[in-house]
């Protein structure tokens, strides 16, 4: 019955506390074949991945996994390696001090009488790189190479622990054009030598070009597969099928009063600091209004927040030029001081890495951004800052004993609202929401939209940037796309729906 | 216990070191046949101890961003150096020299920021080089000969206030004075507070706790106003005391109410999120090791009028005893935690410990064992006290 197949994963499921990951999963992978795996963020795409290759360990999910005919039941990443299954991640897990060959044989080195056989790692690494097309010395160290180099070496290392099926979780997300067209090529090599890939992409512009099958994963469920006719996808179908659901009526009605143009940026170009060439933002060029609400869409890595953050004050990326206009004005803003100054304001997409200093107490968060506000004769005034945070615990209806408990206390949706009333202290003209409601319940979400209206009707031009499109449509006036840095489309969001957005979210217009 | 908490505060902890200290004071007053609480070994203490808590202070704020310095010993026998050599070899007056001394902690600062904040060097390493720099530079200006210093700089190191008024006192006006200007400083601030409290959350404190207060701090004070001030005559509370006194209400000014204070803790909290908040990081930075050296000057000029000449070795390891005070007083070695006050209780944690087991006649050798297991064993207790209260 595993004919053809050399791996079959059935009726996966995996539960979290109090959330279903992955429910009756069926994947089957043909021997000598690329598979494409694609879905939205968070539909359950790495959950499988880990699931296969032990991470999740054998009895923590249900199901079964048939590897070349034989039942596994991996407990940790060596064993499903020893099997013949080979993970690679987005980022990139390699030591960059060390060498190729070091790297290549971690964990794993050929020892002799209790000495490594540097001799023999050598030639091994020197035969590994050349089945890669990579031709470089083998002492060379990790960190000189480019990325695209590095996820070569990643492939050789793979190739010395005899790998049978190659997994690759978003292996073009960080190169450049040219290294992406090579790593494919690649893949393609290796099939012929009967070696198989699964590779996780959103980019559907690949899988047409070198997969064999698709299969798409929505809502931790498979919902549609089927094998790619001579490097030919139905791309319409896989959008649909990623897509799928319908829009429940989560967010508030809400009607906007749309005023000037607050923000206009244009030509705006931001070169990665870490890839030599790849541009995070290719002259992008967008506005706002005041009282507008503006979504971005874009999958995981297609530079919305590089954007975003290039915007408040240079924080990423190599500035290429590009102008910013605040109220028809051209202005300068090279720090965040001057972003604040500007009144600007952004919400960071990560919480507590860059939005909170756990250490802090509520009231103290809530001034951070502008203490000369709560200033008496020079000096930081503690009853102006319990005056502030206790307004902003009070109309932002935060849940909290007081204002002078830490923030690691609070849950996740309170904790957003006390990022946002910082921002909100430093009273902005643009406020930038990066995923505002990653991590937060459906009941606190609920609350932070008619937050994001009310900001809007006092006038604000809001900027909301989120990777769950029905977010973007229930919520946002008018709707950018982005793709690889550069914004492919703009529609304005009674016209829009999720296949049209995911189709210029996907695609090079 | 309830009633505790509304005098003291909802966080007790921040006690257990003050009720370490009172009880180390008292088991030494016993055990030394009560030679620990008297008027001459209390001024001894202070005067014999202020440059290492002046040390601390500024430590303090160089763990708090997440860094160290380990050079602010040869910084400060560096400064007072050339404090000592301008005054002597050069003939200028003793205040042009004090100026100079802080000038060399500047720019010594400086030269350290800048590399900390600018080439993105590690506090550690920068520092590691000032401390051998510094050391060098003071053998070398110096010969490896001690160099007097004129008799008014001992003022800094050694001096008493002034003897005034009616005898009937028993004691030392000034330091009755100030005593009485504490007490009364802190009256009218607490009294301030209560009439404010309730302006914003509409609840009204009790009046009860407030007047305890009130009661305990007077006390406390009184009873420091009579130690210090009912010494032989001619003493008093000491002169570093008081500039110790001045520079820890400056820096609890400092830390807790400016906008800099603020940003140092925001940077050793979470520098990402500090920066993204419009914190300049770099110059957080760079003025927080700038002042660090700054203090260290001050340490030694206080160092150098006790002992009336600078010598080559002075400020050798002083770094140790300062960061030791840091982290007795609960600072976390990740950065982000701690206070001015707690540090000081820390640093008299040591200072109580260097004084008792000395009029112990306990030997240094010993003596450094048990501060090595006191600093061991208070980190410790911080750490599983706040790991049980997850």
Request: net charge positive.
């Amino acid at each position: 019955m595993s004919d053809g197949y050399i791996l079959q994963m059935k009726n996966i499921t995996k539960t979290f506390p109090g959330v279903k990951a992955l429910s009756n999963v069926t994947l089957e992978v043909s021997k000598a074949s690329i598979h494409a795996i694609c879905g939205e963020n968070g539909a359950g795409k790495s959950t499988l991945m880990k699931v296969l290759s032990g991470v999740y360990p054998h009895g923590s999910y249900d199901g079964h996994i048939i590897f070349e005919g034989k039942e596994m039941a991996f407990k940790n990443i060596k064993e499903s390696e020893r099997a013949g299954i080979v993970i690679i991640h987005q980022e990139l897990t390699m030591i960059p001090e060390l060498s190729v060959t070091e790297n290549i044989f971690m964990g794993n080195e050929i020892v002799e009488r209790g000495l490594i056989n540097w001799d023999q790692e050598r030639k091994k690494t020197r035969e590994l790189l050349e089945a890669v097309g990579l031709h470089i010395n083998p002492n060379t160290i990790i960190k000189n190479l480019g990325v695209g180099q590095q996820q070569l070496v990643e492939i050789a290392k793979a190739l010395s622990k005899n790998v049978k099926l190659l997994i690759l979780d978003e292996p073009t997300s960080s190169l450049n054009e040219s290294d992406s067209e090579n790593l494919l090529k690649l893949m393609l090599g290796l099939k012929k030598q009967g070696i198989t890939s699964i590779m996780i992409s959103h980019k559907l512009n690949e899988i047409a070009a070198v997969s064999d099958y698709v299969t798409v994963i929505r809502d931790g469920q498979t919902v549609d597969g089927y094998a790619v006719e001579a490097g030919k996808v139905d791309e319409n179908k896989i959008i649909k099928a990623m897509v799928g659901r319908e829009i429940e009526n989560r967010y508030p009605e809400h009607t906007p009063k749309i005023g000037d143009v607050v923000l206009e940026v244009s030509d705006w170009n931001v070169e990665d600091a870490k890839v030599p060439g790849k541009m995070l933002c290719k002259n992008s060029r967008f506005n706002v209004r005041a009282g507008e609400i503006v979504g971005f869409a874009g999958l995981m890595g297609a530079g919305r927040t590089e954007l975003m953050r290039s915007l408040f004050g240079k924080t990423i990326g190599i500035f290429k030029g590009g102008t910013i206009r605040i109220h028809g004005r051209e202005v300068k803003i090279d720090s965040v001081q001057d972003a604040i100054k500007n009144k600007l304001a952004y919400v960071p997409e990560d919480r507590k890495v860059l939005g909170l200093n756990l250490l802090d107490s509520i009231k103290k968060t809530t001034v951070s951004a502008n203490l000369d506000k709560i200033k008496t004769r020079g000096l930081l005034d503690f009853d102006k800052e319990r005056a502030a945070a206790e307004k902003y615990r009070v109309s932002l209806r935060t849940k909290c004993s007081n204002v002078g408990v830490g923030v690691n206390t609070l849950s996740g949706g309170n904790q957003q609202k006390v990022v946002l009333s910082k921002w909100m202290f430093t009273e902005p003209d643009i406020l930038i929401l990066d995923e505002p409601t990653r991590g937060i319940d459906v009941g606190a979400k609920y609350e932070i939209y008619k937050l994001i209206h009310e900001l809007a009707d006092q006038g604000k031009a809001i900027i909301l940037v989120s990777s769950e499109l029905p977010e973007l449509l229930g919520m946002a006036d008018r709707i950018y796309t982005i793709f690889e840095g550069q914004i492919t489309g703009e529609l304005p969001a009674k016209d829009a729906n999720q296949e049209v957005l995911m189709k210029k979210m996907t695609i090079t217009a | 216990m309830k009633y505790i908490k509304k005098v003291l505060g909802e966080d007790l902890r921040q006690y257990t070191m003050v009720v370490a200290l009172v009880a180390l004071i008292i088991v030494f007053n016993i055990a030394s046949g009560e030679k620990m609480v008297t008027s001459s070994n209390f001024q001894n203490l202070i005067s014999g101890n202020a440059y290492v808590l002046v040390l601390a202070l500024g430590m303090l704020m160089v763990i708090v961003i997440g860094q160290i310095d380990l050079s602010v010993g040869s910084v400060a026998g560096f400064a007072s150096m050339v404090m000592a050599i301008t005054a002597r070899q050069f003939n200028l007056p003793w205040y042009i020299a004090i100026l100079v001394a802080l000038a060399i902690g500047m720019l010594a600062g400086a030269w350290q920021g800048f590399f900390l904040s600018r080439l993105g060097i590690p506090g550690f390493i920068t520092t590691l080089g000032g401390m051998m720099i510094f050391r060098g530079g003071v053998i070398w200006i110096s010969n490896s000969i001690s160099v007097p210093v004129p008799s008014e700089l001992k003022w800094f190191g050694a001096g008493y206030l002034p003897e005034w008024g009616p005898a009937f006192t028993g004691m030392n006006n000034s330091t009755l004075l100030l005593g009485v200007l504490a007490i009364a400083v802190y009256i009218i601030i607490q009294l301030k507070k209560y009439a404010r409290s309730g302006d914003i959350t509409g609840e009204k404190e009790e009046f009860w706790p407030v007047a305890v207060r009130i009661v305990l701090v007077t006390v406390v004070i009184g009873y420091m106003t009579w130690i210090f001030g009912s010494g032989r005559p001619g003493t008093s509370f000491p002169i570093p005391g008081l500039i110790l006194v001045i520079l820890i209400i400056l820096y609890h000014l400092i830390t807790e109410r400016t906008s800099f204070g603020r940003h140092v803790y925001a940077v050793g909290g979470n520098k990402s999120a500090a920066e993204l908040s419009g914190v300049n990081v770099k110059r957080t930075y760079f003025l927080t090791m700038l002042n660090m050296s700054i203090l260290a000057a001050v340490a030694g000029i206080l160092f150098v009028g006790r002992s009336t000449a600078a010598g080559p070795a002075d400020g050798t390891s002083w770094e140790m005893d300062a960061i030791a005070s840091v982290f007795i007083g609960g600072a976390a070695v990740s950065g982000g935690v701690g206070t001015v006050i707690a540090t000081m209780v820390g640093g008299l944690v040591m200072a109580v410990l260097n004084n008792g087991l000395m009029l112990m006649g306990v030997g240094a050798d010993k003596t450094q064992v048990i501060k090595g297991f006191v600093l061991l064993a208070a980190v410790a207790f911080d750490v599983y006290n706040k790991k049980n209260r997850r």
